[in-house]
Nanobody
Framework: QVQLVESGGGLVQPGGSLNLSCATTGFTFSLYAMNWHRQAPGKERELLATISNNGDSTVYAPSVKGRFTISRDNLKNTLYLRMTKLESDDTAVYYC????????WGQGTQVTVSS
């Protein structure tokens, strides 16, 4: 079955950086666009970034454009999110997501930005 497993979250100081990964199994990774989302306490889930199936095209939410970079390795079936210049408002649970004929989500990884 389809599985998405995020990793790399943690506690980071404001202005710091963090790299997230999403390891996937159970579907042909190279055929599908992939997404990163986040959800902060008391807020709706927010789409942050999308990458095309071959990695040639990316789209970012205004809140993270210029600070976050989405990428993928189709040989490793893994999605990445490089986060820089982190702010307290970036504190949230971060999820990877794929829409095949169904929507699949990982379990999420907590990112906390605090001094």
């Amino acid at each position: 079955q389809v599985q998405l497993v995020e990793s790399g979250g943690g506690l980071v100081q404001p202005g710091g950086s963090l790299n997230l990964s999403c390891a996937t199994t159970g579907f042909t990774f190279s055929l599908y666009a992939m997404n990163w989302h986040r959800q902060a306490p008391g807020k709706e889930r927010e789409l942050l970034a999308t990458i095309s199936n071959n990695g040639d095209s990316t789209v970012y939410a205004p809140s993270v454009k210029g600070r976050f970079t989405i990428s993928r390795d189709n040989l490793k079936n893994t999605l990445y999110l490089r986060m820089t210049k982190l702010e307290s408002d970036d504190t949230a649970v971060y999820y990877c997501h794929v829409d095949t004929q169904h929507n699949y989500w990982g379990q999420g990884t907590q990112v906390t930005v605090s001094s």
